[in-house]
């Protein structure tokens, strides 16, 4: 079982990125997707989730500007962020979690490695 993220980096604030996750060895096809971070100093947090079926949770920090979505085909999940903001600065997890629910995404069967992302002001 694999999750890679990629897509990390340094983006000045206000701008945008584009989180990968591709997954391999479990059928990816029949779990939820969920995105998670940790800033230096801070506790890790939802940042996004999407159940099988399309419902998905953002935090109230990232409403508006982030976008969860996944490709079956590939066996890749992403996270496009706009409007990046310093506070959005952390490592960025993707993850499977088994609930998806109106305060947030728990029960991880699956972690990736994370991807940096620093916005600088």
């Known amino acids: 079982v694999q999750l890679q993220a990629s897509g990390g980096g340094l983006v000045e604030s206000g701008g945008s990125l584009r989180l990968s996750c591709a997954a391999s060895?479990?059928?990816?096809?029949?779990?939820?997707i969920g995105w998670f971070r940790q800033a230096p100093g801070k506790e890790r947090e939802t940042v996004s989730c999407?159940?099988?079926?399309?419902?998905?949770y953002h935090a109230d920090s990232v409403k508006g500007r982030f976008t969860i979505s996944k490709d079956n085909a590939k066996n890749t999940m992403y996270l496009q962020m706009n409007s990046l903001k310093p506070g959005d600065t952390a490592v960025y997890y993707c993850?499977?979690?088994?609930?998806?629910?109106?305060?947030?995404?728990?029960?991880?069967?699956?972690w990736g490695k994370g991807t940096l992302v620093t916005v600088s002001s």
């Open positions: 993850a499977t979690p088994n609930v998806v629910a109106v305060t947030g995404c728990y029960g991880i069967d699956y």
């Open positions: 060895g479990f059928s990816f096809n029949d779990h939820a």
């Open positions: 999407r159940t099988r079926g399309g419902t998905t």
